[in-house]
T-cell receptor, first 110, second 114 residues
């Protein structure tokens, strides 16, 4: 089957760095995406890794290792507004559908 | 910016009613999707459409149907609502051109079936 595993909740301190992991079991996919969703809001796209390695976008970075079936989202200089749920999602290899993780709730403390 | 608009933010319906959820996007995207989101389960795909009048079943299509008569509009229909269809429903759209085309979501419709 195809599945993605993420921690259900992560807690960090304002100004710190946090890593949200995503492990998967699937064969053949285009890449790994990350989305952010604030409570009551719509998911919004953060990043996409088609190739192994690190992609950096401002305070957020995302990493993919196909050989390890693993990826992560790294958030630096945490701000209170980063409190949200973060979802990893795999794009399947045959169409435009995504397989989604259950999401990680990031709690940031002052 | 892409705008995806869902017709209702909250809906309360009775068991057995026929329910229509409407979604409109303004960026000429080919792909449109309907998801439901439940706590601890992430987003599950109900149906998607890659062109007008085209539709494909997602992971949980049972009890649902869809309609795409115009490129900008994608409707989700619950033929006979049941309490287990109480959920948050999210519509999304994307450009079909590349594999990394991100999804743009509407704000969701929280449906309660009593």
């Amino acid at each position: 089957g195809q599945s993605l595993e993420q921690p259900s909740e992560v807690t960090a301190v304002e100004g710190a760095i946090v890593q949200i992991n995503c492990t998967y079991q699937t064969s053949g996919f285009y890449g790994l995406s990350w989305y952010q969703q604030h409570d009551g809001g719509a998911p919004t796209f953060l990043s996409y890794n088609a190739l192994d390695g690190l992609e950096e976008t401002g305070r957020f970075s995302s990493f993919l290792s196909r050989s390890d079936s693993y990826g992560y989202l790294l958030l630096q200089e945490l701000q209170m507004k980063d409190s949200a749920s973060y979802f990893c999602a795999l794009r399947r290899d045959s169409n435009y559908q995504l397989i989604w993780g259950a999401g990680t709730k990031l709690i940031i403390k002052p | 910016d892409v705008k995806v608009t869902q017709s209702s933010r909250y809906l309360v319906k009775r068991t057995g009613e026929k329910v229509f959820l409407e979604c409109v996007q303004d960026m000429d995207h080919e792909n449109m999707f309907w998801y439901r989101q439940d706590p601890g389960l992430g987003l599950r795909l109900i149906y998607f459409s890659y062109d007008v009048k085209m539709k494909e079943k997602g992971d949980i299509p049972e009890g649902y149907s869809v309609s795409r008569e115009k490129k900008e509009r994608f409707s989700l229909i619950l033929e006979s609502a049941s309490t287990n269809q109480t959920s948050m429903y999210l519509c999304a759209s994307s450009f079909r051109g590349t594999a990394n085309s991100p999804l743009h979501f509407g704000n969701g419709t929280r449906l309660t079936v009593t």
